[in-house]
């Protein structure tokens, strides 16, 4: 058995995948939390954080919290390697290399985003907010560390435009099991309204970062939560707010829907 083979056993294992798809599950209660958090924000609650930082301290402080925080970190890791599988046997003559690299920087995510709940599973501080600013500062610093700020929020800003893309023209049903009409139509709208509310938090999050580049203030870039939280002081802030917190939970419940019916 060579390489290649090995790695499709995996890929094809039925504990591999039912790993991937909790990490879908745990995905969407990312969403859903952030998206209260967000909703909690917009009434007036300035003792939370709307964002994953935020979210995964949420889950550390509920009972059995380190259980939970185990599970998570293995869930996410298991669709992180689970998708870098799908990007090696896209090298396959019958699938387009552009799908490998879209599985490639999608199991990477996955696994950066397992970081942040094992830092606290070993008691650390993740301070986002100050994690954020330090870092900001430091690039801002130099001429290229402004630039490569810049180009950072581009690049979240292309990845805001291509959600709200796929929410809006529903290119997201290839990833969905055939369903019932019924179910269908559900999970479908649920989707294009998540992936629509997920793509404008990309694009404020891009946003800042690229408006505080441009002035050379570290202060401000404080990653999503501050994203929204500039949002909240703008017109009819509250009102913006509490929408993307609604999408992103409604995000999430179609995480939970994928995590079911996506096709592995």
């Known amino acids: 058995m060579n390489g290649f083979e090995a790695v499709h056993d995996v890929h094809e294992s039925r504990i591999f995948t039912l790993i991937a798809r909790s ?36 889950i550390a402080a509920a009972p059995l919290g380190s259980v939970l925080l185990v599970a ?3 869930s996410l890791v298991g669709l992180g390697a689970w998708m870098l599988a799908d990007a090696i046997l896209n090298g396959g003559p019958m699938r387009r290399w552009t799908s490998g690299v879209a ?16 830092i606290l599973l070993f008691g650390g501080d993740l301070q986002s907010g100050r994690t954020s600013r330090a870092l900001s500062a430091f690039l801002l610093d130099s001429v290229a560390g402004a630039v490569l700020l810049v180009l950072i929020g581009v690049g979240i800003a292309v990845g805001g435009v291509y959600f709200v893309i796929k929410g809006l023209r529903r290119r997201f049903s290839w ?32 946003g800042l970062i690229i408006v505080e580049a441009i002035e ?15 949002l909240r002081r703008g017109f009819l802030g509250e009102f913006w707010l509490a929408s993307i917190g609604v999408g992103l939970i409604i995000y999430g419940i179609y995480g939970f829907a994928r ?5 592995i």
């Open 23 to 58: 990490g879908w599950l745990v995905t969407g209660l990312l969403h859903i939390i952030i998206g209260a958090l967000a909703v909690a924000v917009a009434f007036g609650d300035r003792s939370v954080r709307p964002d994953e930082v935020g979210a995964f301290e949420t």
């Open 72 to 74: 998570v970190i293995v």
């Open 103 to 118: 599985s490639a920087a999608q199991g990477l995510v996955y696994l950066a985003l397992a970081v942040p709940p094992a």
């Open 175 to 206: 990833e969905l099991r055939p369903m019932t009409e019924r179910r269908g139509r559900a999970v479908r709208a649920l989707g294009a309204v998540g992936y629509v509310a997920r793509g404008i938090a990309f694009l404020l999050l891009a």
């Open 216 to 230: 050379l203030d570290p202060e401000d870039v404080t990653g999503l939560a501050g994203a929204l939280g500039a």
């Open 259 to 263: 995590a079911r019916l996506a096709k």
